[in-house]
């Protein structure tokens, strides 16, 4: 480790009262806290802490099922399946303390209920294939890994970030250049930050240069250390920042330190080399995309009078940049049944457009406004695309072409380049 990486060391934390039901639920968390003591230096796979052997990497060839990690307790839990069940990967266990379960859609593979954290580890070990887990873990426990490729950065849920917070009390500390410049911290009595992330941490601190930092380790309710002389300010997660506030911290400028949501992640190595990987995370993907795109999005339906589809097309065009939809309206004939038996085409066209949720209300209105009857609104599902970016992407990171899939997908070795 550098001499300008901070030092890292533990603390117990002791007993403190309050009333706030945030801060009742960080007196709990106090009483779960465990002495950790994690290793000063960066490693491909972090050790599980105090005598534990290093862990190990599977060979590939030590299993066949295809197994997929996602997260037990906890919030990434239950928007984790919500968001799998939104896309017709439903999750079944048999019982509520079973750690395995399946995706009857896509047989063949495991589910396994496992804690964030070792969600990551169990994708560096090779114990699983795919997993879903917060980019703030991925970061802290993944350790930038050259095994671990995100399939996709962005699922939508556990947004929050990573950020230094200090005392409010410590009115001349607003920025983190007035943290590095304090003069009450200096090699003799060193910055005491306290984290659940120290990698990301320890790397953060390096970052910018600040050399007279100690870090300290616990495991939740990190924002009562400040006040109970513990630490000086910690870095821990955000998200509405009430936390903080219930504890009299704040943020500091320039000491966001990452950004976090719900991601889909991947074993390079199961990907490349485990029969059937490539293409479960391809129709993930898929439809992980068409889902997400289609989130926030509903189908407007509504019959318009004109005299052909191209003048109701101009009318709805000419309604604005709203009624155009995702790449313009979609308008048909509607045919009436003749007595003869026949169909003709009448003067109605049922005009099509995806609008965003928030904006519903007003479409009907300028529908309206165009002669439109009949509105009909529609949840969407799905809006698939051309083929994702991310899975070209994701392609590109491992160093594969289309053609190189369409290889696997038929059981055939990839082409070597
Ligand atoms: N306040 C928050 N808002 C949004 N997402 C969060 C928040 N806190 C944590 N997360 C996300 O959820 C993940 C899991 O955190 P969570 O606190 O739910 O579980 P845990 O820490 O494993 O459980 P516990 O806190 O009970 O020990 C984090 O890695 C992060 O990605
Ligand atoms: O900005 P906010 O919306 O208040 O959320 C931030 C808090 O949420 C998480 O804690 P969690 O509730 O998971 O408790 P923990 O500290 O025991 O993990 C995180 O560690 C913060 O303490
Ligand atoms: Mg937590």
Redesign the pocket.
């Known amino acids: 480790m550098s001499s300008a990486a901070p030092t890292t060391t533990t603390h117990n934390q002791n007993k403190t009262h309050n009333f706030h039901p945030k801060r009742l639920t960080a007196f709990k968390?106090i009483r779960r806290q465990r002495r950790c003591r994690v290793p000063l230096v960066a490693m491909s796979i972090p050790q599980q802490g105090g005598n534990a052997q290093p862990l190990k990497r599977q060979p590939i060839e030590a299993r066949e099922a295809i197994r997929m990690g996602i997260?037990s307790?906890?919030?990434?839990?239950e928007d984790t399946q919500g968001l799998l069940k939104s896309c017709q990967l439903s999750v079944r266990k048999l019982n509520p303390r079973q750690y395995a379960a399946e995706i009857p859609n896509v047989p063949g593979m495991e589910v396994w209920f496992q804690?964030?954290?070792d969600v990551v580890r169990k994708l560096l070990t090779g114990d699983v294939d795919i997993g879903i887990?917060?980019?703030?873990?991925l970061r802290e426990i993944g350790n930038e890994d050259e095994d671990l490729v995100i399939v996709h950065d962005a699922l939508g849920f556990?947004?929050?970030h990573l950020a230094v917070a200090v005392p409010q009390a410590w009115e001349n500390v607003n920025s983190l250049s007035q943290l590095k410049s304090d003069p009450r911290f200096s090699k003799e009595r060193p910055l005491r930050v306290v984290t659940?992330y120290v990698n990301v941490a320890t790397q953060f601190f390096k970052d910018q240069g600040m050399e007279n930092v100690v870090i300290s380790t616990a495991?939740?309710a990190l924002e009562a250390a400040p006040a109970m002389g513990a630490a000086d300010c910690i870095l821990d997660?955000?998200?509405?920042g009430t936390?903080l506030r219930e504890n009299n911290l704040k943020e500091i400028e320039g000491g966001r330190v990452l950004d976090?949501?719900?991601c889909l992640v991947a074993s390079r190595e199961a990907l490349l080399k485990r029969p059937g990987v490539l293409e479960i995370v391809h129709e993930m993907l898929e439809r992980l995309e068409a889902h997400l795109r289609a989130d926030g999005v509903f189908m407007v339906t509504a019959n318009v009078r004109g005299s052909s589809a191209e003048s109701v097309a101009e009318k709805i065009c000419g309604g604005g940049s709203l009624l155009r939809g995702l790449q313009g309206p979609t308008v048909s004939p509607i045919y009436t049944p003749q007595s003869d038996g026949a169909v003709k085409e009448g003067h109605f066209y049922a005009v099509s457009i995806g609008v965003p949720k928030t904006r519903i209300y007003e479409t009907v209105k300028s529908l309206r406004r165009m002669g439109g009857s009949g509105v009909l609104v529609f949840p969407m599902t799905y809006v698939f695309d051309e083929e994702p970016p991310r899975w070209t992407s994701l392609l590109t990171q491992l160093g594969l072409k289309s053609e190189d899939f369409n290889h696997l997908a038929r059981g055939e070795a990839p082409v070597a380049r």
Do not use: E, F, I, N
């Open positions: 968390g997260p307790k906890g919030r990434m839990a804690r964030a954290t887990v917060g980019y703030d873990m556990g947004g929050c659940a495991d939740g997660l955000v998200s509405s936390t976090s949501q719900g």
